[in-house]
């Protein structure tokens, strides 16, 4: 392992989170614009915005100075570890404003640096993995400037801070393959470009046509711009963080919902197809049975969950009360819920939209919510449940196992049934017209039973940390599918803040294994990488 190499790669890449966080510094003088400048930054988090940006640059220049001889010497190794490091590190950068404004507003009224770099870390690494999981119960009463911080990490971690570093500096070292494959998830080895830079550039320029669009439709539809901007950042990277406490139902307008609803819809697909459909050559849609399947379970299931609620509606008010939440409901609360969340499903037109909404926001591991399904019948709250893993097409910004992984293990075990029937019956992994060769049919096993063996494991642990199964079962796979809001006291209306410190950190590394895809992470751990 070549640590000179990781070194510049991690310094260059601080240099450029230091840049970016100028952004959400500059909303915050403007916000502030009336104070004077020794009155701004006795503010919390005008003063860690300051702190992380000098941090950040000092250190990356200083770190890409001293190792600026291992930018020729990267490999495979070096991409992994540059991956694994360098999100981890921007995290850490990311989380200081947010460290300074918790230690200053502790959300409970307690807590100390600890819980304050804990809180803080937790937040900034559900933004840059995309997951959306908040620890935040009052989303509207944080400065405009960490809102903006947060739907920041949200879009360089949906297509990959890594991947905008090779697309804008393709010279600067980080060129490797394997840092490109350990961000772009998904098991598709297209490539659209000879060269690596052309590739991200690409990717990165149908993201901002598209990030483009839609806050343009967004304001359209009644959104200020600074709103318009968070939801359609959280929307294109599917992470779900929101500026309104009761997220995208907030803003009670169909219009608004259907614009969401068609852009997880189109972020949850390979934007390698979005590219060549754009160029016109649509067939490449038609052709790929990944997109053929992910459309098919999106239909699939808004059809299954618009029919159950309108003919059902929300499960028995006894039933839905036994949940388990973490905030405390008097009766009369609860009831007035109940009935708030019974009127959204009462037209046919009402439950399609919501069941539309609903079943995107699990299915591309966006997580925003304009119903509490937690209030729905077991039916289809397990359904959610399993629909969790899915995740979006490979290539996407989605999160999960992905639809062609979920295609090919399918695939191996209906041919391992007909070799029982049929011994010597040769049987390739066909996936549309493309045979999917043995090692990869291998990686993909692999990797889908790895991903089941550390849910299992996390959920394992979260039950140490907190009191309902459910919950514990829920709390690993939102996040290590990086999901966001799940089950009982992490539900649609709950939020992460409650979790114990040590169950925080649980869940921060099931992010981050997550949305690297677990080998990435997995990989740098072993000892023997690191030997020369």
Not at 89 to 96: E, K
Not at 202 to 215: K, M, N, P, Q, R
Request: aromatic share 12%.
């Amino acid at each position: 392992m070549q640590k000179s190499a990781i070194g510049y790669a991690i310094g260059k890449l601080l240099q450029v989170t230091g840049i970016l966080m100028l952004v959400p510094l500059g909303i915050a003088a403007y916000d502030y614009r009336h104070l004077s400048y020794s009155q701004m930054l006795s503010l919390p988090e005008c003063l860690g915005f300051c702190v992380a940006i000098i941090f950040a640059l000092i250190l990356g220049s200083v770190m890409a100075l001293v190792w600026r001889r291992g930018r020729k010497l990267q490999g495979i190794k070096e991409g992994y570890a540059i991956v694994t490091l360098g999100w981890t590190s921007l995290a850490f950068v990311a989380a200081i404003p947010f460290t300074f404004y918790f230690l200053a507003s502790p959300l409970d009224g307690s807590g100390g640096l600890l819980r304050a770099f804990t809180d803080a870390y937790f937040e900034v690494m559900s933004g840059f993995t995309t997951t959306g999981a908040s620890i935040l119960s009052n989303v509207e009463a944080v400065p405009r400037s960490l809102l903006f911080l947060r739907a920041l990490t949200h879009w360089l971690g949906g297509m990959g801070i890594i991947t905008l570093a090779i697309a804008i500096f393709p010279a600067m070292g980080v060129s490797g393959y394997m840092m490109f494959r350990g961000e772009v998830p998904g098991p598709s080895k297209d490539k659209l470009q000879p060269r690596l830079a052309q590739t991200a550039s690409i990717l990165w320029g149908v993201y901002l046509l598209f990030t483009a669009i839609e806050t343009g439709l967004l304001m359209f539809g009644g959104m200020n711009l600074f709103d318009a901007v968070c939801h359609t950042f959280a929307t294109m990277a599917t992470g779900g963080f929101s500026t309104q406490n009761g997220s995208v139902a907030s803003y009670n307008s169909d219009f608004i919902e259907w614009v969401i609803i068609i852009f997880m819809y189109l972020a949850g697909i390979n934007f390698l197809l979005h590219f060549k459909a754009l160029r016109g050559d649509l067939h490449s849609l038609v052709r790929n049975k990944e997109f053929s399947f992910y459309s098919a379970v999106v239909i699939s299931t808004i059809i299954v969950v618009t029919a159950v609620l309108y003919f059902n509606g929300p499960a028995p008010m006894e039933e839905a009360a036994s949940h388990y939440r973490a905030s405390d409901w008097t009766a009369q609360q609860f009831s007035e819920h109940y009935a708030e969340e019974s009127v959204k499903v009462e037209s046919l037109n009402d439950s399609f939209r919501v069941a539309a909404f609903q079943s995107l926001a699990i299915i591309t591991t966006t997580g925003f919510v304009t119903a509490d399904f937690d209030l729905w019948p077991d039916f289809l709250r397990f359904g959610l449940l399993v629909l969790m893993f899915f995740g979006g097409c490979a290539g996407s910004t989605g999160g999960g196992i992905k639809m062609l992984r979920v295609m090919v293990v399918t695939r191996v075990a209906m041919n391992q049934l007909r070799k029982l029937a049929q011994p010597r019956l040769v049987l390739p992994i066909k996936i549309g017209s493309e045979t999917i060769d043995d090692q990869r049919v291998s990686s993909i096993v692999a990797f889908f039973l790895l991903f089941v063996s550390l849910f299992v494991l996390t959920a394992a642990l979260m039950t140490l940390f907190v009191p309902d199964l459910m919950t514990a079962i829920s709390c690993s796979i939102a996040t290590i599918g990086n999901i966001g809001p799940g089950l009982a006291g992490i539900g649609a209306v709950e939020n992460y803040g409650w979790i114990p410190i040590p169950g925080k950190w649980v869940l921060v590394w099931s992010m981050l294994l997550g949305r690297l895809e677990i080998f990435t992470v997995l990989i740098v751990m072993r000892v023997s990488v690191w030997r020369k």
